[in-house]
């Protein structure tokens, strides 16, 4: 299968990392043979059809802070530019999340479709602005868009969801969707102030570049627009989200909710509205986790409530995320 992959990052280079140790596997256990014929990152990018050298390309990132240098031919095509002259099967879009035009990966992704290639983005800006239209835009030119990764990392949220609980009807879903928060959420709850707590969170790498993304509860409502689209079927993007992050919680409301028994959590919600705010929670409830950790809580007609919990970032888990989709479109392929 051909891949081009557009961004280079922790992600990215996991993903290589992954098809380079488990080539005889994914050959002999799923007929999947991964030929990456082009990378580009936000230096530069690099191409050979008859299929890039996982190692080396890893090699190149890690000692030029580029893959332009991979080879001799300095290449420095932009992604769409890759997207319109290399021939692929499959564009796996890994560029940073952006929530105001959703660009570069809207253009990646668009192009991408419109070539006839299938997708797979663990980038959540193009499906938190654009889900309807991207979805319709995938039907229209008869392939597959493929966004695992993007709610829970490597935990399958959503294939648990559509998948596991077939001919459900999920009736509505809390979750905490955010990591970072979440981390210094629990710190506070320990009595640290949330500077420190922020701090010590940036310190571990956490927070994302721009801070108010995971703060102001924006990478937790891109994950609920996904879910509402994908799970409940409701048309809505980033806007429709009634929001609050957790810059105003203070060590004096979680102090009064562990009197009540509960930790304050941020929480994205589906319940008359779509909902993304600080919510007490009882700490003997499931989704009550803690440190980095994601939980949702899907409530379905017949089985009732169930709680997956995993981690909800990380580069190796979010690149699980990215081969369970490719071997996915595999099979999709093999089927027809
Ligand atoms: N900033 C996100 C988090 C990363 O903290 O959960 C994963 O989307």
């Known amino acids: 299968m051909r891949i081009i992959l557009c961004g280079f990052g922790v992600v990215g280079q996991s993903l ?3 098809f380079e140790s488990r080539s005889d596997e994914l050959y002999s256990k799923y007929g999947l043979k991964p030929r990456v014929v082009g990378v580009f990152d936000s230096k530069g990018s690099t191409i050979d059809p008859s299929g890039l050298n996982f190692k080396k390309l890893v090699d190149t990132k890690k000692k030029f802070g580029t893959v332009k240098n991979y080879a001799s031919i300095k290449n420095s095509m932009s992604g769409v530019e890759m997207l319109k002259n290399v021939e692929a099967d499959v564009l796996i879009e890994t560029t940073a999340s952006n929530y105001k035009d959703a660009e570069p990966g809207m253009t990646h992704i668009t192009t991408a479709m419109k070539r006839g290639m299938h997708v797979i983005s663990v980038n959540k800006g193009p499906l938190a602005l654009a889900f309807p239209s991207l979805l319709e835009l995938a039907t229209y030119n008869q392939v597959m868009l493929k966004f695992s990764g993007t709610v829970g990392g490597g935990t399958p949220i959503l294939d648990y969801a559509k998948n596991s609980l077939s001919g459900e009807r999920i009736t509505s879903f809390a979750g905490i969707l955010n990591g970072t928060t979440n981390y210094i959420l629990t710190n506070m709850g320990t009595g640290i102030s949330y500077e420190d707590a922020l701090k010590d969170a940036k310190d571990k790498g956490y927070v994302e570049a721009d801070e108010s993304l995971d703060l102001d509860g924006l990478d937790a409502a891109a994950k609920l627009v996904i879910l509402a689209n994908w799970i409940l079927g409701i048309k809505v993007t980033l806007p429709d989200i009634n929001c609050t992050g957790i810059r105003k919680v203070t ?8 009197k009540n028994n509960c930790s304050i959590k941020l929480i994205a919600s589906s319940d008359k509205e779509l909902v993304v705010g600080p919510k007490e929670i009882p700490n003997d409830d499931p989704l009550c986790v803690n440190g980095t950790l994601n939980a949702i809580a899907f ?9 997956i919990i995993g981690k909800g970032a990380g580069g190796t888990e ?18 027809d």
């Open 16 to 18: 290589v990392k992954l």
């Open 251 to 258: 060590l004096d409301d979680i102090k009064k909710a562990e």
């Open 299 to 307: 409530t379905s007609e017949h089985s009732g409530t169930q709680t």
């Open 318 to 335: 979010t690149a699980s995320s990215i081969l369970r989709d490719l071997l996915d479109i595999r099979q999709e392929i093999a089927r």
